[in-house]
């Protein structure tokens, strides 16, 4: 029997998710744990992001807003997607397991006299209590979604005009590959890839378009200190390393006057979107 085409790509997204877990032998040297969330990144891209707005994903989601109508984020972080859309939108929902960055948002917003109703859980869980809206963006959460197919179903459920999803072009975590080599002399994964996603959401039947554009180098870290301590736990490394691995660090490229994220997002980005089918 031929398998749905579909199906065979999903398969190998999962495949290709899974092939990142850390060895037990490597990841059983620390108490903390590697999947840092590094919610300073995030709270200061939101804030860039909300000063001067700019970016494909950001004009992809402006042009649908006429007329202005209503913004769903799921996997909102600190808000870059949805908070810059503010003056276009009449009411803004906001979806995230963290609680903490959540909290960021909404505080974010009252600075700047906006309301945002904030939904903390996952997605598509959280679908029924988001509610739909006009727009639906996501950022940056597709590489941690292994069953992708229900997540954007979802999605597209929720938007009346358009969803618009932003990844990196590669998986955010290669960045790391030549530090993981280094240090541990572990070969690391190379996908799955923003080719996979759109490959993915075409077969799956949606009318997807996408542009690739690359956003400017900015400091991700107040200092390079706190760059290294993040990286140091992504790599399982004990405090006592941190030293060695700043020096490493340096060595393979990173700039201690200009603290970019390593593992998180990166500067090579896809926009995708797609037409929703909520009814009003």
Sequence with gaps: MTRHP???????????????????????????????????????RAERQLRQPFGCSFERAREALQPPGEVLDVG???????????QLATDITAVDRDEEMLRVLAETAARNGTRVRTVTASWPEAARQAGTADVVTCHHVLYNVADL??????LTRRARRR????????HPLVSLNPLWQRIHGLPRPEGPTAEDVLAILTALG??????????????DYASFAD???VTRRRLCLPP????????VMRELG???????????????????????????
């Design 149 to 154: 197919e229900p997540f954007v179903a979802a």
């Design 227 to 229: 760059l290294v301590e």
């Design 240 to 247: 006592e390393r941190a030293g060695d691995l700043a020096d």
């Design 6 to 44: 579909a199906e065979v790509l999903l398969e190998r997204w999962r495949s290709d998710l899974a092939a990142w877990a850390i060895p037990g032998e490597i990841r059983s040297q620390v108490s903390e744990t590697p999947w840092v969330l590094p919610r300073q990144v995030f709270a200061r």
């Design 163 to 170: 969803v618009v999803v932003e990844v990196t072009s590669r």
């Design 254 to 280: 990173s700039d201690p006057d200009q603290p970019l994220d390593l593992g998180s997002s990166g500067r090579h980005l896809v926009t995708i979107w797609w037409p929703g089918s909520a009814q009003r």
């Design 76 to 86: 909102a972080g600190a808000g870059a997607a949805c908070l810059p859309l503010a």
């Design 206 to 219: 949606l009318r997807v378009a996408a542009e690739a554009w690359t956003r400017p180098a900015t400091s």
